[in-house]
Structures are given as C-alpha cells and as structure tokens.
C-alpha cells in the first residue's frame, strides 16, 4: 500500500491535487472536529475598518478579517487531547500537578533540567535578560526578534547581528539562511573582549529572515567557537521544531534522525532556551526559560515571583500548563511537522509559479512577501510593506503582517529609522487552522495585489509609539 507520507515533497514536485496521478505527497494527521465560521466582510466594510485601524493591520477587529494570516503565534487548533487536558487543570496556587507535566514534558523533549513557566516568550526574554545581562554588555545574535532586542536593550545591552550576509538576501536560495557567520562572532568577540559578551542569542528559526533554519553543523560550530571564550548559548526555542524538520530535510546525515532527536541534539549543544510556546507547542498562551546552570536557575525562580506569578504557574493557568505539556508532545511529531511545513511550502510555491517575489527557500512558520520587488519603486520611508499589508486586506479581507522598516524600529544612539535590508510582508500559517483552499484564496488574493502593483502610493506615519511602534502605530495613505 502507498503511504502518503513516504516521499517528502521537493520544490520540484507538482503542488495541487491532480497534477500527479491524483494524489499529493502528504496530508494533514488529523481530521477536524470542531468548526469556526468565517465571514468575508464587503469591500465597503474593509475600507472603513482600514481606515479606522489607521492602516495597520494589528489595529484591525478580527471580526473584520476573512482569513488570518496575521501570526502563527497564540493561533494554533488544539487537539482533543489537548483540550481534555484543560479539563484536568489543577488551579493550586502553588505546586499545581500541571507544572510538574510541563517541567517533565521540557527536560523531556529539550533535555533543560530547570524550568521556569512564564505567561509568554517576552515574559521570558524580560527575566532572561535581567538576570544575565549588565549594563554595557554585547548579545549578538543570529539576527534580531523585536521583542527579544528590546528586551536585551532594555537590560543595558547593544545587540549585534551575526547572522550570515544570506539571511539579509531576500532571493539567496542557502539552505540554511539562519546560520551564524562565526567569523563576525569572533571579530566581535576580538573586538569587544568575551567578559561584555553575557550570551549568544540563538535562534531558530529565525523569524525576521523569512523563517530560516540554522544547520546542526553550524551550531556545533558555533558550540566550539563559543567555549572558547567561556560564552553561554541561550536559544530562543519558539519554532526549533521546524528547524529541526529542515535539519532532517535539509542536513547530510539526519535524514533517518526523528525530529524530536535533532530538537534534543541542539539543545544538548545550548545551555539553556527560552520558549514562546505559542508557535511550536500548538498553545494559545505560554512560556518558560529552562536552562542547565543552578545559580541562573535560582535567580530566574526569585525573579519570576516578581513580574510573572510563582514559579510554579510563571502567569499561566494550571490548565494552559497541562494543554502545553501535551502540545510540546504533539509538536514533535514528524508527519504533524510535515504536515506544517509542506502547507507553507504549498503557498509559497503558488506565489511562486505566478512569479510573485517571495523570500526564497519557503521558511517553516510563513511566506513573505518581498516588497521591495513588489514596489521598486517605492521609496523605504514610505513604508512599502505596511503599505502591501494594508492593500492586501482591502483587496481580500486576508490579514498579514508588515516585517520591514516599521517593525525594525528606531536606532537608539541615532533615534533615526533602521533601514533593513529585509523589507517583507509575512503572512503567518496557523497551526492546524486553515486548508489547502484557504491557501489558494490566499494566493489568489496575492494575485489582485501584486497585478495592481502600479497603483500603491506609500504612506506616512501619522502616531509613533516608543516601543515596539509596529504593533500600533498609524498611517494614512500619501
Ligand atoms: O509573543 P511572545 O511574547 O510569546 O514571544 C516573543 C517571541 C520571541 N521570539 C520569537 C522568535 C518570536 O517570534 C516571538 C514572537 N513572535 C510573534 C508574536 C510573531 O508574530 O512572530
């Protein structure tokens, strides 16, 4: 009998049902059990809730969106496993049985013996942060997250991509675009002295580049370099789920390897991880940071009793606490991770058969769309991926995320705007959530978009908030 999942798809493979025979390479693990209806507000409708939502899309209601491809982040489908567990929630303040699930379900899977729960991944970052970093310190990392620079910004730290020039290359097809060139790590290393350097900001994926892997070979690259100098590695753990699925796919030697194995692997190379459990772990709220060293682990516990909840519930329900132990399960599955995946991959490849500009190789979690190919001409301080953001919900009700110059936020020293090089418009897969269909209105919203491209104008920023600004700031059309 054929197995549906023995041949993985390449990007050569043909993408719809139909065009092999009538059958495609891999299907979704699990059949739906309970709907959610959608609506598709009017075209009138959108124009007034754009407007109203000063044309940024996270000031939109969700009841104006059609489909959300906002983020992946919270918006995952739980299973019934996972929501049976709900019912198991043990609300004791302290010492709930669901912490000790979760505690398990980490050293289990991640193999970090001290585990501190928090509400989310920034509650996470923040302690992290507070208790590593003094101020005047220096965290490179592989790329920046917007939270996560903020957070090690505000702990008195600068910090400084290491990422390899590829990640900052929209059309670079390197395979592992989150790798870490070691040789910029080390001049920095040089150039600074190991003692400012508190830890390696490690992430993978990595979200701000499209999405991209990191190698194991060049983590353990980045292991010896690092032990060198006395350099701790943290990860930022939220989607090494998919890194590791692209390990597999991707990494001589691992193929065989199951991704729960290659997700041990890198954390055995890292000393600890910090965790946004809304994106792997198939949860609407979570967190934990769970490192190896003792010492760090008591001054994370004393601090989370400050900003988060006791360090047996870190701001979560002893409920959310029992769904995450079983989601951090579920997530390493290989053929749910396949499933993930290739749905990404699916999209991406529509958008590329109609020769729309995409981040290239598809990334684990979204396709981004590359404004700057889509509005050449469009100067960066008219912000060209808030702008497709917002033409793309008017066309289409369809929700995306600006991920270029807004979102990269002011310098600091200068308090002028960063220019990326990465000027993109993400739109982020829900876990579990929407089908292949919802994917082709999607692409074929894309479509509209990209075939009026003439007709964008930019736009100014009309309110500027101090932190993090994408998440509300306002424009109007120029
Ligand atoms: O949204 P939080 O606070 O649970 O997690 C912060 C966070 C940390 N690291 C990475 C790589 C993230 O992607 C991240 C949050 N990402 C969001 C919200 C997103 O839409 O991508």
């Known amino acids: 009998m054929n197995e549906p999942h023995d041949e993985p798809r390449t990007d050569e493979s043909p993408r719809t049902m139909g065009q092999q025979f009538g059958r495609r390479s891999w299907a979704e693990p699990w059949r739906i059990k309970m709907v959610e209806p959608l609506s598709v507000p009017s075209r009138e409708e959108r124009r007034e809730a754009l407007e109203e939502a000063g044309y940024n899309t996270f000031l939109l209601p969700s009841e104006k969106v059609y489909i959300d491809l906002l983020t992946d982040s919270g918006t995952s489908a739980m299973s019934d496993r996972q929501w049976s567990g709900l019912m198991m929630g043990d609300e004791a303040y302290a010492g709930s049985r669901n912490f000790y699930h979760l505690e398990d379900a980490v050293e289990k899977y991640y193999g970090f013996p001290h585990v501190v729960p928090t509400h989310q991944g920034r509650g996470a970052e923040h302690l992290l942060n507070q208790v590593a970093v003094d101020e005047g310190d220096v965290v490179p990392g592989n790329m920046y997250f917007t939270t996560t620079r903020l957070h090690q910004e505000m702990a008195g730290a600068r910090f400084v991509d290491v990422v390899i020039d590829d990640a900052h290359d929209p059309a670079s097809d390197h395979p592992f675009k989150g790798n870490v060139d070691l040789q910029k790590l080390s001049d920095l290393i040089d150039r600074v002295g190991p003692e400012r350097i508190p830890y390696m900001s490690l992430a993978g994926t990595v979200n701000m580049a499209g999405g991209q892997p990191v190698s194991m070979r060049n983590v353990r690259e980045l292991r010896e370099l690092c032990d060198r100098h006395g350099i701790p590695i943290y990860l930022d753990a939220a989607r090494l789920v998919e890194n590791a699925y692209f390990i597999q796919e991707r990494e001589e030697g691992w193929g065989d390897t199951p991704v729960a194995d290659i997700v041990a692997e890198i954390c055995s190379l890292a000393d ?150 990465l000027e993109l418009v993400r739109l982020a897969i829900p876990r579990r959530v929407y089908t292949q269909a919802h994917m082709d209105v999607t692409a074929e919203a894309v479509k509209a978009v990209w075939d009026r491209r003439e007709e964008a104008s930019g736009l100014e920023m009309t309110y500027e908030p101090d932190f993090l600004r994408f998440f509300q700031a306002r424009f109007r059309p120029l």
């Open 272 to 421: 600890g991880a910090w965790m946004s459990s809304k994106k792997d772990h198939l949860v609407n709220i979570g967190g934990w940071v769970a490192v190896d060293d003792e010492d760090l682990f008591d001054r994370l516990r004393n601090l989370v009793v400050v900003y988060e909840g006791l360090h047996t519930y870190g701001g979560m329900a002893g409920r959310d606490m029992e769904a995450l132990a079983i989601g951090i399960g579920e997530s390493m599955e290989d053929a749910y991770v396949r499933a993930r995946v290739g749905q990404v991959r699916y999209l991406g490849g529509l958008l590329q058969d109609w020769g729309i500009p995409i981040v290239t190789p598809v990334g684990g979690h979204a396709v981004y769309l590359d404004a700057k190919r889509f509005y050449p001409e469009m100067d960066q301080e008219k912000f060209p991926a808030q702008s497709l953001a917002a033409q793309l919900y008017l066309e289409s009700g369809v929700r995306s995320m600006e991920r270029g110059i807004v979102s990269a936020g002011r310098d600091p020293e200068t308090g002028g705007h960063r220019h990326p090089e």
